[in-house]
């Protein structure tokens, strides 16, 4: 039987990687043996993929340039890691993945989301997540939590509007796929939230 696709998103700070690896080790529990949990995370994932992502991060480009760099680096990832673990009846667990680009490309720095579709189209065929978590916070939450964190990257560094039309554009498409979407309020604490995520993962 194909494993299932989770993947994590939500604005820098959110708290995305903070539940990665307690989700996986949730999963393991359930599955009990009879399947394996693969973590990953995008822009990278695989070792080209992470050769691409430091480009992303820390250097200038034109904005149609950044959209190809990252599904290149989604191609890969899909070819070389996601599709092979589904087929094999494992599971996978992607701290960001397409809607990111959707939120940050299209929402925060305007690439018009047609662009993005055909994008998407041509690199997934199909594939798309069997349940997106979406870390939902404002950008005062978010931006509290990171200061002081690490030294921000290139996109970390963006304004507030760039963030909070990345916020918006996240939930744009979390109600236009309300299926595969659920949303979690991360304002709350993390065992508050880990007690949602358990009860979504009960439904899976
Ligand atoms: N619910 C929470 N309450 C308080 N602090 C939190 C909560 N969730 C995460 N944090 C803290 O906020 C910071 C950012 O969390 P995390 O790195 O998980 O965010 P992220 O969504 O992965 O961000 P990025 O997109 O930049 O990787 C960390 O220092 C983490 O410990
Ligand atoms: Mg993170």
């Given at each position: 039987m194909?494993g299932?696709f989770?993947?994590?998103?939500?604005?820098?700070?959110?708290?995305?990687?903070?539940?990665?690896?307690w989700?996986?080790?949730?999963?393991?529990?359930?599955?009990?043996?009879?399947?394996?949990?693969?973590t990953?995370?995008?822009?990278?994932?695989?070792?080209?993929?992470?050769?691409l992502?430091?480009l992303?991060?820390?250097?200038?480009m034109?904005?149609?340039?950044?959209?190809?760099?990252?599904?290149?680096?989604?191609?890969?990832?899909?070819?070389?890691?996601?599709?092979p673990?589904?087929?094999?009846?494992?599971?996978?667990?992607?701290?960001?993945?397409?809607d990111?680009?959707f939120?940050?490309?299209?929402?925060?720095r305007g690439?018009?989301?047609?662009?993005?579709e055909?994008?998407?189209?041509?690199?997934?065929?199909?594939?798309q997540?069997d349940?997106?978590?979406?870390f939902?916070v404002?950008?005062?939450t978010?931006?509290?939590r990171l200061a002081g964190?690490?030294e921000p990257?290139?996109f970390?560094?963006?304004?507030?509007?760039?963030?909070?039309?990345?916020r918006?554009?996240?939930l744009?498409?979390a109600?236009?796929?309300?299926q595969?979407?659920?949303?979690?309020d991360?304002t709350?604490?993390?065992?508050?939230i880990q007690?949602?995520?358990e009860?979504?993962?009960?439904?899976?």
């Amino acid at each position: 039987m194909r494993g299932k696709f989770i993947t994590f998103e939500g604005i820098d700070g959110a708290g995305k990687s903070t539940h990665v690896e307690w989700v996986a080790d949730r999963l393991r529990a359930r599955l009990a043996g009879t399947a394996s949990v693969v973590t990953t995370r995008e822009p990278g994932g695989t070792p080209l993929g992470e050769d691409l992502r430091q480009l992303l991060l820390h250097r200038k480009m034109h904005l149609e340039t950044e959209a190809l760099l990252m599904f290149a680096a989604r191609r890969e990832h899909i070819a070389e890691v996601i599709e092979p673990a589904l087929t094999r009846g494992d599971w996978v667990v992607s701290d960001r993945f397409t809607d990111a680009t959707f939120a940050y490309q299209g929402g925060g720095r305007g690439l018009p989301r047609a662009r993005l579709e055909v994008l998407e189209a041509w690199v997934q065929d199909g594939l798309q997540p069997d349940l997106t978590l979406l870390f939902d916070v404002p950008l005062e939450t978010a931006s509290a939590r990171l200061a002081g964190a690490r030294e921000p990257d290139k996109f970390e560094a963006e304004s507030r509007t760039f963030f909070e039309r990345t916020r918006q554009e996240y939930l744009r498409r979390a109600a236009e796929s309300a299926q595969r979407f659920r949303v979690i309020d991360a304002t709350r604490s993390i065992p508050e939230i880990q007690v949602e995520l358990e009860k979504i993962l009960a439904t899976l």
